[in-house]
Nanobody
Framework: EVQLVESGGGLVQIGGSLRLSCAAS????????IGWFRQAPGKAREALAF???????????ASVKGRFAMSRNAADNAKGVVYLQMNDLQAADTAVYYC????????????????WGRGTQVTVSS
């Protein structure tokens, strides 16, 4: 059974940083795709970044590029852990952040992904 578990959310001041983690398990092969999304109250789910489990390069949506970065730690790869580093956080970044996974597709469309974590809340305040 595929499981995705996000962690690292919390309350941060404007201009601060957070690093979210997504621990993926249960995929039946070494190569799969992980994406990061967020959803603010009353807004549609928004794609942030994605990468494959075997590549070192991530694709980051233009609206957060330069502030957000997705990565995986080779040492943690056996644990299926990927990260979302978020810098210079603004009030507009307040949302529930989700990681999503799929064996065959990766991209910025939510419906590419068959598996979702429960999300972690990020609140940015002054």
């Amino acid at each position: 059974e595929v499981q995705l578990v996000e962690s690292g959310g919390g309350l941060v001041q404007i201009g601060g940083s957070l690093r979210l983690s997504c621990a993926a398990s249960g995929f039946t092969r070494d190569t799969y795709y992980i994406g990061w999304f967020r959803q603010a109250p009353g807004k549609a789910r928004e794609a942030l970044a994605f990468m494959s489990s075997t590549d070192s390069d991530a694709f980051v949506v233009a609206s957060v590029k330069g502030r957000f970065a997705m990565s995986r730690n080779a040492a943690d790869n056996a644990k299926g852990v990927v990260y979302l580093q978020m810098n210079d956080l603004q009030a507009a970044d307040t949302a529930v952040y989700y990681c999503a996974g799929d064996l065959y597709k990766g991209g910025f469309l939510a419906n590419y992904y068959g598996y979702w974590g429960r999300g972690t809340q990020v609140t940015v305040s002054s």
